[in-house]
């Protein structure tokens, strides 16, 4: 059996049931200005320090990856912020940007809400500019599609946001390390779309030298929902340190990838079954995409939130789940250590080569012709090179490898006898696992 782990056909969206979705639209197709406006949306800009205050309540937290509190964000650029000569009251020489270059394979949801929901993005960029004091602003980018969608409603709205910054769309390359946020910076300064050295961090000198708030299109598609409503409203659904909902892209084999709206605190066994798996048929799960490693058959017991996750030594990271149940965890996990591999910056050494020695060692054992040493190699190299690169890329493939070694012993053991019946024939390591392609993607 060849193992491909890859996400083809339409994806489809799906609301929490029961709920009234505050992201996702339904109906297909591309919200006009005009739509967008009739739902309430572009809002006169009422006071900044209410909506700050309401932002501060809410408890919203980064959609990116890292789950970082959106206020406290806000508040160390404002910390850093001077006003500019002849600025209007209340700007100052700070800069916005939406950050939209989802580099995970296995995610769709940023490039989604930029092709069919540009205005709901544009306004949260307009209030987050009011929250920093920026004048500036820049939509950064990697998808030609979801680029075509933003200059499309510009050009609805005369080619400014109301009552926003000034905005520049930057599409980059795409890239598993385009989109962290020190990359995002040096790409807009007219450099290679990498991760620089921190700090500085973009919130103390980002763009052209200036405090830079550098945020997701979901964690800024939550911001007029929160104008408009408030925080009350926006704790209405999820948990208490993970309020409101989130968006995540699900794929599981033989499935099409399906984008849902969630509230926080949902457990998997419900999740599984609203996408028509059984919990039985579970091995394991990749969460929060590929940085955290590999979950086992406890991910059925967990519930869809920062804090349960984080005890269970994994994360909610951008919200994109896949759930292993044919497929074999070693192959996964040598599937994904080869394609960190390949995204590898070729800044640091320690990544360069330690990415790519971890990735021969799984993909060996894959193959059914790794040795003890070769195991014991990889234990090693799985703890002394975390923290020694200087993106996120070598602790991604340390926790990879780490977790296929603590989670499922039982196959790494089969594959070091060469007997993993999933894995007769040839696993395909030399792509990227899960991948929602964009051309399927309707």
């Not at 009552?163 to 807009?188: M, W």
């Not at 910056?345 to 040493?373: I, K, P, R, V």
Request: charged share 20%; aromatic share 6%; net charge negative.
């Amino acid at each position: 059996m060849q193992h491909i782990f890859s996400s083809a056909g339409g994806l489809a969206v799906v609301p929490y049931p029961g709920s009234e979705p505050r992201l996702l639209r339904l109906g297909g197709g591309v919200e006009s200005a005009y739509e967008y406006r009739d739902s309430g949306g572009y809002r006169p800009l009422g006071s900044v320090a209410a909506l700050a205050d309401a932002i501060e309540h809410s408890g919203l937290r980064g959609r990116g990856g890292a789950g970082f509190p959106f206020a406290v964000k806000v508040r160390g650029v404002r910390a850093g912020s001077r006003a500019g000569a002849g600025a209007p009251a209340g700007w100052t020489e700070t800069v916005v940007v939406a950050n939209g270059e989802e580099g995970e394979p296995a995610s769709f949801k940023d490039r989604w809400l930029l092709r069919h929901r540009p205005h709901l993005v544009l306004d949260g960029l307009r209030l987050a500019a009011a929250l920093a004091g920026a004048r500036r602003g820049y939509l950064y980018l990697s998808d030609p599609e979801a680029e075509r969608s933003v200059t499309a409603a510009l050009d609805e709205l005369g080619g400014a946001i109301p009552g926003g910054p000034e905005l520049t769309v930057v599409r980059v390359a795409p890239g598993y390390v385009a989109g962290e946020e020190t990359a995002a910076v040096q790409a807009i300064n007219g450099g290679r779309a990498v991760p620089t050295d921190k700090p500085p961090r973009p919130y103390e000198a980002g763009v052209a030298g200036l405090p830079t708030l550098v945020s997701n299109v979901e964690t800024l598609a939550n911001l007029p929902f929160l104008d408009r409503w408030g925080a009350d409203a926006y704790r209405a659904a999820g948990t208490a340190l993970s309020p409101g909902t989130f968006l995540s892209t699900v794929t599981a084999a033989g499935r099409a990838p399906t984008l849902y709206e969630l509230p926080h605190g949902l457990p998997v066994t419900e999740l599984l079954g609203l996408h028509g798996i059984s919990a039985e048929s579970v091995r394991g799960a990749l969460v929060g995409g590929y940085f955290t490693g590999l979950l086992d058959r406890r991910i059925t017991e967990l519930t869809l939130d920062h804090e349960t996750l984080r005890r269970a030594g994994a994360g909610l990271g951008c919200g994109a789940i896949v759930f292993l149940t044919e497929e074999c965890p070693v192959a996964v996990a040598a599937a994904v250590l080869n394609y960190f591999d390949r995204e590898n910056a070729g800044q640091c050494g320690s990544c360069f080569h330690g990415t790519a020695a971890m990735a021969a060692a799984t993909t060996a054992l894959a193959e059914g012709h790794a040795t003890g040493d070769d195991l014991a190699r990889l234990r090693r190299w799985s703890t002394v090179l975390r923290g020694r690169g200087a993106c996120g890329t070598l602790d991604a493939a340390c926790n990879t490898a780490a977790s296929l070694l603590d989670r499922f012993p039982q196959e790494v053991a089969a594959h070091l006898d060469n007997h993993c019946p999933d894995c007769a024939g040839s696993p395909a390591t030399d792509r990227a696992p899960y991948c929602v392609h964009t051309e399927a993607v309707l």
